[in-house]
């Protein structure tokens, strides 16, 4: 089990989820209501006056989505206001969610922390469902890393990319912007990893992204990989390796990069950004 940090119930990692979980409310809030009336979750969508148009096909899974945000960031923060003395916010998602933000540090050190970060988990993964149907594809890992843990890892691809996971090999073309990643375990929704941090976890699961042509060492993604975990275009990708001579590996007509090349490559726009 991971340490809590000092005066918390919850893990850095926990922790961090849980502000991570409750900032990611308000958007799916909004994902859901753009699919109420049975139209796609994202793209143009005419403006219309005077209500839905009769017959028109009504998603009861996505209204259950919505007000179960409403309710469980508005009975977090009304824990939050009893227990604090304070006044609570206004009853809409966007003032609870600021409202429970605010007061995450109070939160994790609450008895109850640990339910909170899985209601917020198992609520973000269902509205992700409703609002994204047709984006969500999960690729099976194998098990969960986290000490004592008896779950099974898989990645959720998120987006129009071609590939089935990190490490699959599956391309796509120059240009295009791959599907983002997330790592979750089956039994515990804490346990979770997002993006770039997929390859620090792939270090503790001997059996995944093995180098082509079998060996030890670093890890190899192919570009279509890169640009799901950093949510780049495949573009970009080849042009960063060829740039800053990223090092690479032949296998069968297809390149493969050298994980810790790429990290680092990130590593250092993000600390430019924070800078600039």
């Not at 600021?98 to 007061?103: T, W």
């Not at 109070?106 to 917020?120: C, G, M, S």
Request: glycine share 14%.
């Amino acid at each position: 089990m991971r340490t809590a940090a000092a005066g918390h119930r919850l893990c850095a990692g926990c922790r961090r989820r849980l502000g991570l979980g409750i900032g990611q409310l308000p958007g799916l809030y909004r994902d859901c209501e753009r699919v109420l009336g049975g139209a796609p979750a994202k793209g143009v969508r005419e403006r219309t006056s005077g209500g839905a148009l009769p017959g028109a096909p009504f998603n009861a899974a996505a209204a259950e989505a919505r007000a179960a945000i409403l309710g469980v960031l508005g009975s977090w923060s009304g824990l939050v206001a009893q227990e604090r003395r304070i006044a609570p916010p206004p009853r809409t998602v966007d003032t609870l969610s600021v409202f429970l933000l605010r007061h995450a540090d109070w939160l994790a050190a609450h008895p109850a922390a640990a339910e909170a970060t899985r209601e917020v988990a198992r609520l973000v993964a269902r509205a992700r469902r409703v609002a994204h149907p047709e984006q969500v594809r999960r690729v099976p890992l194998g098990a969960c890393v986290e000490p004592g843990c008896d779950g099974r890892l898989s990645a959720t691809v998120r987006g129009a990319g071609s590939g089935s996971g990190p490490g699959s090999g599956a391309g796509s073309g120059a240009g295009s912007v791959a599907a983002p990643v997330t790592v979750s375990c089956d039994a515990d929704p804490r346990h979770s990893w997002a993006g770039p941090e997929w390859t620090r976890l792939r270090r503790l699961m001997p059996a995944a992204g093995a180098r082509p042509g079998g060996g030890t060492g670093d890890r190899w993604l192919t570009a279509a990989d890169v640009s799901r975990l950093w949510d780049i275009p495949v573009g970009t990708v080849y042009r960063l390796a060829s740039e800053q001579r990223w090092r690479r590996h032949q296998r069968s007509g297809r390149t493969y990069y050298a994980e810790s090349d790429a990290h680092d490559c990130f590593a250092r726009r993000a600390e430019r950004s924070r800078q600039g």
